[in-house]
């Protein structure tokens, strides 16, 4: 069989970047993304598209209207599709069983049960949303029992291995493309069918099948381990500064080791993002069910050691400011999780200044990509008690690093921006509007320190005790 329609169900950042590029690079498929949020679509139609990535308006605005459509008419696109992906949220569950870990899978369940009612041709469903291990079981469970002689359906995993920041790159180079299919004739026939979409671009040799349950375990588990070497970099980073060490250093010397390499040996305030959170405490949920409790503890450390990084670098601000933030003014420079990205979930720097407003500080936040309305709702808990007007007398948005920490008590550098770096900011200038004496509190390894200090900063940096480079 040959793919020559695809259907995206979900335009966020992972449907709408990945159909986007193949798009791009297959002319000969159409490719439509449908979302039934309306604001989401337009938005995708205009001139200003609804999230940030390096590279991705070329993608759009070259096949846009050619054989790459965004639109709320599911059925439609639905109908017409030979294969499907689904790529809707698939946020951790608030409340009821598994609350604070488990995947919530309503929106995947709902997705698969409109293109049951609406299929009236045999298509090919791709589980692309990040989820747990044995959810494309469910999605056949449902697909099957709405299948005909006429219609039938082949399920298939192909998880997303995207980097925000460097997504286009990540789709156009990737390290490998995993296709989980059900080891059946038709199963591995429909496996083929994406293989052959993918090839357009990708070599062969990287387009690994697999069987329907590695594939979707391979997801959970390289996220894991990635989030795992943060917090184990995270843990050395207070052993530096109670010791001396000085992480970089010890960072490189491990990186310099062939069988860990450098990649994620950073130490920082701590990992962010949609996925490394989420998908531990799946596989910690997932491991609980299985009756793994020493091996579901394992992984539940990782999140425990990120958490505390935060706290730790929370309260290492507040004891160097005499113990008290309160009324003073703290200029908090990124709100992404990472650079180069306007994504805030799971950010560092929501906990950290929620921490700060609790301590009566007052908070100025600049981020060059983060939408003003974002940092409110991040800050705010909407629900029972609605936190906005609270929040709103403690945060100011600034327009640049220098509005931010005019006046401030001390500056903190929660996401590493290239343009927080000393060589791109004016450091002299922010040193000048400060309160004196003027604090800087670096969490990403970002600044040199000794140039700073010149200056006249006291400068505190995660991993590195200031008075071991000077003794």
Known sequence: MSVKNICCIGAGYVGGPTCAVIAYKCHDI???IVDLNQARIDAWNSDKLPI???????????????????????????????????????????????AGMAADLAYVESATRRIAEVSKTSKIVVEKSTVPCRTAQSMRTILEANSTPEVSFQILSNP???????????????????????????????????????????????????NLWSSELSKLAANAMLAQRISS??????????????????????????????KFLKASVGFGGSCFQKDILNLVYLSEQLNLPEVAAYWKQVV????????????????????????????????????????????????LIKDFIQEHARVAIYDPKVEHEQIYMDLSEPGVVDTRKEVEKH?????????????????????????????????????????????????????????????????????????????
């Open 395 to 471: 945060i100011q948005i600034c327009a640049s690093p220098y509005e931010a920490a005019e006046g401030a008590d001390a500056v903190v550098i929660v996401t590493e921006w290239d343009e927080f770096k000393d060589e791109n900011l004016d450091y002299e200038k922010i040193y000048q509007g400060m309160n004196k004496p003027a604090f800087l509190f670096d969490g990403r390894l970002l600044i040199n320190a000794a140039k700073l200090r010149q200056i006249g900063f006291k400068v505190n940096v995660i991993g590195k005790n200031e008075l071991a480079g000077t003794a």
């Open 52 to 98: 940030y990535e390096p590279g991705l308006e070329e993608v759009v605005f070259d096949r846009r209207g050619k054989n790459l459509f965004f639109t709320t008419d599911v059925d439609g696109a639905i109908s017409e599709a030979d294969l499907i992906f689904v790529s809707v949220n698939t946020p951790t569950k608030k409340s009821g069983m598994g």
């Open 304 to 351: 425990i050691m990120n958490e505390y990084q935060k706290k730790r670098f929370v309260r290492k601000i507040i004891s160097t400011l005499f113990n008290t933030i309160t009324n003073k003014k703290i200029a908090v420079l990124g709100f992404a999780f990472k650079k180069d990205t306007g994504d805030t979930r799971e950010s560092a720097a929501i906990t």
């Open 30 to 32: 159409k490719v439509t």
């Open 160 to 210: 997303e291995f995207l980097a925000e920041g460097t997504a286009i790159d990540d789709l156009f180079n990737p390290d490998r493309v995993l296709i989980g299919a059900l080891q059946t004739e038709e199963g591995i026939a429909a496996q083929n069918a994406l293989v052959e979409v993918y090839t357009h671009w990708v070599p062969r040799e990287r387009c690994i099948t697999t």
């Open 233 to 262: 970099v995270n843990a050395l980073s207070a052993i530096c500064e109670a010791t001396g060490a000085d992480v970089d250093e010890v960072s490189r010397a491990c990186g310099r080791d062939t069988r860990l390499g450098s």
